[in-house]
Each structure stands twice: as structure tokens, then as C-alpha cells.
């Protein structure tokens, strides 16, 4: 970490945190002035909070992507990696296979595409990822396993529980609540990038062709995940936290997700109304059951967060706190919780699902299986050569009590 680009962002956080307070005081006397000014600040605020969580994300991202599993033998690159690799890049480069095929079968675990294409090499993966985590908040949060076959199935306890209690040495065993199991599966469907390179980059020997396209694959595929596990219908990718079922929370079932209404339609309610903005997010909160909420995070996009950041208690403190910890990500708060910001959670409209509280972790569940490969093809699209690059992914909800929605709704 830059630590003087990290003090210099969280001096000017700071500043601009006061000049927010004190331009909320000046905006309750009214004025379309007032509140452009606001505005304006507020978005300051945005900005520098994400550099700073940009910094924390990268760090997290290098980490994890190389506490990865390599697919060789052990942590140091065998010789017959070391030559894949090689072939590989060479393959890329100039689309040259030459026993190519031999090498991946000897080097990689996780074994060769019989329908073409080359599985990359662990670097290049872990390139790839880093991208993907840096910009995607639900892979950073949720649990990630890597599968061998096509999905995932997980046992539930829906309702009941381990029949116990009390007696004496001689007391027989009673079951007053039978147990109910449901199975989840978590199918996999192929996520695929096709980055285009012209042949002249190709040829040009001072070109980093491997970064490039790990970089430009790592930016596609975080895209498309991003959008699937927020609203991803299920067939054919990951299916999003917004897709399923929902009900009102004191009606929840599981197989849906709970929430619990703004107070108002499309929108927040004021503070003046019955239940002010700030009363709708402890509802919320508290929606969840005690054993989710230590490792509680909102999440929200952007202009949500901006909304958000503006509320007061009754005593007329703002409940959004900044970020100014570098052991904690700079991650800000609201009511005390981290918030995780992700422009693919649904605007503030009628009836939207705008605002997630959730143990992430518990909740949501991303599978996958270890291996991207990559097929050049130099043919079909001259002057260029295209990438076609896939990867297998899948996912959903896997603790329906681990989440719970705000509705933009009066009830």
C-alpha cells in the first residue's frame, strides 16, 4: 500500500467530512443552492471512499488470488509447468501449438479441454481474478468452492433442530419437532470473454500479450458476474440475490427471502413520517436473527449510499460514519455496519429491492471449476485475432435467513 497516498485521501476525507455536516446544517434552511452544495460534497465523498477501497481491494485481491490452489505440483512451478507455460504464451502470441497439447496433459491437474483450448496457467488465473475481485463485492464476500463436476448439491435444515433435553439415566429419548430437509444445486454455466487483439500487437515483441489479455478477460468476466449474482436469473449463470421470492419478513418462509418495506413508495420515508428513514434501516437490521448480524454488511449502489448518507437519528446525528482504518478496508459504516457498495443492486424505484443487509458468507454461495481456458483463433475475424476465453461459474442463495431486503414500498 502507497501509505502517502493513503494519508493524503484520508486527510482530504476528513475535511471533507466536516465541510458535509456543516453543509447539511446550512441546507435544512432551504435553497436549491444549499443543496447543489450538498450534492456536490457528497459525491466528493463517493469518490474518495472508493480510492480508498479500491487500495484495500487490491491488496485483499493479491492475497487471496494467491492463496489459490495451484493445479501443479506443490507451491514452486514444476519443470513441465515452467515449459506449458512457455508453450502456452508462445501459442497466444503467435498461435503456434507444437506439442502444446502434451505439455498441458503433464503439467496441468486440471486436466486438458477436449473440445479445444488451453487451460492458463495459474498466474494468469490469479491475474484474471484479481480484476474480478477488486470490482465484484459479492465474490470478496460470499463462500467460493471449487467443484469437479457440473454442480453443487447442499443439504438443509429447514425446520426443527437436533431433538435433546433433560432427564434421568433412564429417561427414553422423545422427538416432539421432526426435522425437514430441503437440497439446493448450484448448476454451473460457462462464463466467456472474446478480447480482440490486432494482428500487429500480435507480432510486436515488446507487447505483454499475456497481461493484456488477463487484464481485458479479468474486466469482462467481472462484469458479468457482477450483474449475475445481484439479479442473475439462474439458467445458465449464477442466480441473484434479487431474483428469488420474496416476503414480507413477518411472513418468511424459507425458499424466499424476507424484507422489510422503506415506509414510503419508491422511496425513503421522511423524517417526519410515522417511521422515519433510520427506523426503516433498524427494522432491517434486526430482521435478521441474532447469530447473522455480528458479520452483518449492508449492501447498496452508489446513489443509494449517497441517499443513505444524509440520515439522522432523532438527536440529529448522521449514521453514516467514513472509513479511516486500513485494518478494516477503509470500510465505511451505517448504524455501525459496513456498507458494500454495488451499482448492480436495483435503483431506489417503486417496489425495488434497493438496500441487502446479509452475513454474505452464510448466505451466498459462488461454485466453480478450477481451470479457464483459452482458444486463439486467428481466422474468422481478420485483421484480428480473437480470444474466446471461458471459465465455469454458478450460484444462489444458500441460507435464506443469512439475507434480507428493503422493499421501496409503504408496506
Known amino acids: 500500500m502507497d501509505t502517502v497516498e493513503i494519508k493524503n485521501l484520508l486527510e482530504a476525507q476528513n475535511k471533507t467530512f466536516v465541510d458535509f455536516k456543516a453543509a447539511l446544517a446550512d441546507a435544512t434552511k432551504g435553497g436549491a443552492e444549499a443543496n447543489a452544495k450538498v450534492d ?32 501443479g505440483n506443490g507451491s514452486k512451478a514444476s519443470a513441465e509447468e515452467v515449459a506449458y507455460k512457455s508453450g502456452l504464451f508462445r501459442y497466444i502470441k503467435s498461435g503456434e501449438e507444437g506439442g502444446l497439447r502434451d505439455l498441458e496433459k503433464k503439467a ?16 494468469m488465473e490469479q491475474a484474471i481474478d484479481r480484476v474480478a475481485m477488486q470490482m465484484v463485492s459479492m465474490r470478496r464476500l460470499a463462500t467460493v468452492r471449487q467443484i469437479t463436476g457440473r454442480s453443487y448439491k447442499k443439504i438443509v435444515t429447514t425446520t426443527g433442530a437436533s431433538v435433546g433435553g433433560w432427564g434421568v439415566e433412564q429417561t427414553a429419548p422423545s422427538e416432539s419437532n421432526a426435522m425437514s430437509l430441503s437440497e439446493l444445486e448450484f448448476t454451473l454455466g460457462t462464463l466467456w470473454a472474446e478480447p480482440r487483439a490486432t494482428l500487429e500487437l500480435m507480432e510486436d515483441s515488446d507487447q505483454n500479450v499475456e497481461s493484456w489479455l488477463a487484464d481485458e478477460v479479468g474486466i469482462t468476466f467481472q462484469e458479468q458476474e457482477g450483474t449475475a449474482f445481484i439479479t ?21 418462509a424459507w425458499g424466499s427471502i424476507g424484507y422489510i418495506a422503506s415506509g414510503a413508495s419508491g422511496a425513503f420515508a ?41 440520515f439522522k437519528d432523532g438527536q440529529g446525528n448522521l449514521q453514516w460514519k467514513p472509513g479511516a482504518s486500513v485494518s478494516d478496508g477503509f470500510i465505511e459504516t451505517f448504524l455501525g455496519k ?31 471449476k478450477l481451470g479457464t481456458q483459452v482458444i486463439r483463433d486467428g481466422l474468422t475475424a481478420k485483421p484480428y485475432v480473437k480470444f474466446y476465453t471461458r471459465r465455469r461459474v454458478g450460484g444462489g442463495v444458500q441460507n435464506f435467513e443469512a439475507i434480507k431486503l428493503m422493499k421501496m414500498a409503504s408496506s
Open 40 to 71: 456536490a460534497i457528497n459525491g466528493e465523498l463517493t469518490r474518495i471512499g472508493k480510492e480508498l477501497k479500491e487500495i484495500a481491494n487490491r491488496a485483499e485481491a493479491a492475497e487471496a488470488a494467491a492463496a489459490r490452489p495451484n493445479r
Open 108 to 123: 496441468m491437474s486440471a486436466g486438458s479441454n477436449v473440445d479445444g483450448g488451453y487451460t492458463v496457467p495459474t498466474e
Open 232 to 252: 442473475g436469473s439462474g439458467i445458465n449463470r449464477p442466480r441473484g440475490i434479487t431474483d428469488y421470492a420474496t416476503l414480507a419478513n413477518a411472513s418468511y
Open 270 to 310: 421522511t423524517a417526519s413520517s410515522s417511521v422515519s428513514p433510520v427506523d426503516a434501516f433498524i427494522g432491517l437490521y434486526h430482521a435478521l436473527k441474532p447469530v447473522y448480524r455480528p458479520n452483518a454488511r449492508w449492501m447498496m449502489s452508489d446513489a443509494t449510499v449517497a441517499t443513505v448518507r444524509k
Open 338 to 368: 459496513p456498507i458494500e457498495y454495488d451499482d448492480n443492486m436495483p435503483a431506489v424505484a417503486s417496489n425495488s429491492y434497493s438496500v441487502a443487509i446479509a452475513d454474505f458468507k452464510r448466505a451466498y454461495v459462488i461454485v466453480e
